[in-house]
């Protein structure tokens, strides 16, 4: 079993930065593939960025399109903690966003919430024009 709490949402300006952190708790939380969502109102989760296991040591980071070169996903084993760094936002980022983890090692389904058996319960994130 794995429990997720994130934090550091808030509100900013266009082109400001956050960093969204999610604290991870539970056996062989390091083994799992995990994922930023975000979801605005009337739209569908939708992926923001993944990191999935390239081989049995190293991983490797996916972004939507709309945040590549903006956002960054990383993790430290040692704390349980993933990370989102989200810089020059603009106010279509504005969304809650979750932090997720599956089981599964592959790219697979990455972007499939439906994959992922763990989620934490999302924290706001609104950027002002």
């Known amino acids: 079993q794995v429990q997720l709490v994130e934090s550091g949402g808030g509100l900013v300006q266009t082109g400001g930065s956050l960093r969204l952190s999610c604290a991870a708790s539970?056996?062989?939380?390091?083994?799992?593939?995990l994922g930023w969502f975000r979801q605005a109102p009337g739209k569908e989760r939708e992926l923001v960025a993944a990191?999935?296991?390239?081989?049995?040591?190293?991983?490797?980071?996916d972004y939507a399109d709309s945040v590549k070169g903006r956002f960054t996903i990383s993790k430290d084993n040692t704390k349980n903690m993933v990370y989102l760094q989200m810089d020059s936002l603009k106010p279509e980022d504005t969304a809650l966003y979750y932090c997720a983890a599956r089981t599964s090692r592959s790219r697979t389904s990455m972007g499939d919430p439906s994959q992922y058996a763990y989620w934490g319960q999302g924290t706001q994130v609104t950027i002002s024009s």
């Open positions: 539970g056996r062989f939380f390091s083994t799992y593939s």
């Open positions: 990191l999935s296991w390239k081989d049995s040591i190293s991983s490797v980071a």
